[in-house]
């Protein structure tokens, strides 16, 4: 079992920047990729970015430029998700989450209870 517990969302104005951390705990041995996601209201769960273990990063096309995802080396179960020009279409709430691998190459997803991103204009 992995826990995550997201931090660093708000409300900032157009053009502005935010940081999200996400902690992982439990068995983060396992895990081989982490990553954040976003929910708007009334429209599905959309990738925004992933990092694997190896340190190899994917970006959604309408964040490519704008946010960075990293790892904390010292703290390799914590995962950052650095916003700049933040956009009123960024509002979201945003989760982590953690892909993890084990014995017998069993595959599960974990997630965060979500931080709320708001863009005002």
């Known amino acids: 079992q992995v826990q995550l517990v997201e931090s660093g969302g708000g409300l900032v104005q157009a053009g502005g920047s935010l940081r999200l951390s996400c902690a992982a705990s439990g068995s983060i041995f396992s895990i081989n990729a982490m990553g954040w996601y976003r929910q708007a209201p009334g429209k599905q769960r959309e990738l925004v970015a992933t990092?694997?273990?190896?340190?190899?990063?994917?970006y959604a096309d309408s964040v490519k430029g704008r946010f960075t995802i990293s790892r904390d080396n010292a703290k390799t179960h914590t995962v950052y998700l650095q916003m700049n020009s933040l956009k009123p279409e960024d509002t979201a709430v945003y989760y982590c989450?953690?892909?993890?691998?084990?014995?017998?190459?069993?595959?599960?997803?974990?997630w965060g209870q979500g931080t709320q991103v708001t863009v005002s204009t």
């Open positions: 989450n953690a892909n993890t691998i084990e014995l017998l190459n069993i595959r599960s997803t974990y």
């Open positions: 990092i694997t273990s190896g340190g190899s990063t994917n």
